[in-house]
């Protein structure tokens, strides 16, 4: 129904930007909401940010508060991650999600997944 695609990983060193994207091919209808998660090497899949599609509202987790920003275009069904002061334990796969409803950190309620974008900070 929704298919979600990431872009923009790469390399970084550390205190650099990156800027993902994740586009959605099918139409993310008002209640939806878009978030991104990450998960490194041997670690859980961890929530990063989240934003309402309906209202803009955004959600982050404590340890990207001040560095990253989410944001959205409706009109193109896409979603973006600015992140700035990028650390090496930012390094990860990023994933953008969707799901009906209310925001939520867990992963297991996102019905929608992009199939992932790497991003390495190096030091």
């Known amino acids: 129904q929704v298919q979600l695609a990431e872009s923009g990983g790469g390399l970084v060193q550390a205190g650099g930007s990156l800027r993902l994207s994740c586009a959605a091919s099918g139409r993310i209808f008002w209640g939806y909401t878009m978030a991104w998660f990450r998960q490194a090497p041997g670690k859980e899949r961890e929530f990063v940010a989240a934003?309402?599609?309906?209202?803009?509202?955004?959600y982050y987790a404590d340890s990207v508060k001040g560095r990253f920003t989410m944001s959205r275009v409706n009109a193109k069904n896409a979603g973006y991650l600015q992140m700035n002061s990028l650390k090496s334990e930012d390094t990860a796969v990023y994933y953008c999600a969707a799901k009906s409803g209310f925001w939520s950190s867990r992963p297991f309620e996102y019905a929608y997944w992009g199939q992932g974008t790497q991003v390495t900070v190096s030091s």
């Open positions: 934003i309402t599609w309906n209202d803009g509202t955004t």
